[in-house]
Nanobody, 122 residues
Framework: QVQLVESGGGLVQAGGSLRLSCAASGRTFSTYAVAWFRQVPGKEREYVGVINWSGGNSYYADSVKGRFTISRDNDKSMVYLQMNSLKPEDTAVYYC???????????????WGQGTQVTVSS
């Protein structure tokens, strides 16, 4: 079992940066892939990116590639989403999710955090 808690959201101007954190508990966390998703009201949850269990591989949606970076520190049971060059369209609630496989389908993730709001003003 894995429990996840996101933090670091807030209000930022377009072009700015934020770093989201995902704190995990559970002794098997280091064996799980962790993904970030985002959601705006009335829309489906959107895949942002995923990192494998070791941190050696990460993959991103085209909409954030080159601007967002996922990293992890298994010793601290933490995963991070560094967001640079933010745009108003990045405004959403951001969620981290964990499971065994590197997939972009949110329905395949069993463990979720509660989400953190990111608002990018123009």
């Amino acid at each position: 079992q894995v429990q996840l808690v996101e933090s670091g959201g807030g209000l930022v101007q377009a072009g700015g940066s934020l770093r989201l954190s995902c704190a995990a508990s559970g002794r098997t966390f280091s064996t799980y892939a962790v993904a970030w998703f985002r959601q705006v009201p009335g829309k489906e949850r959107e895949y942002v990116g995923v990192i494998n269990w070791s941190g050696g591989n990460s993959y991103y949606a085209d909409s954030v590639k080159g601007r967002f970076t996922i990293s992890r520190d298994n010793d601290k049971s933490m995963v991070y989403l560094q967001m640079n060059s933010l745009k108003p369209e990045d405004t959403a609630v951001y969620y981290c999710a964990a499971d065994k496989f590197l997939v972009s389908d949110p329905s395949l993730y069993n463990y979720w955090g509660q989400g953190t709001q990111v608002t990018v003003s123009s």
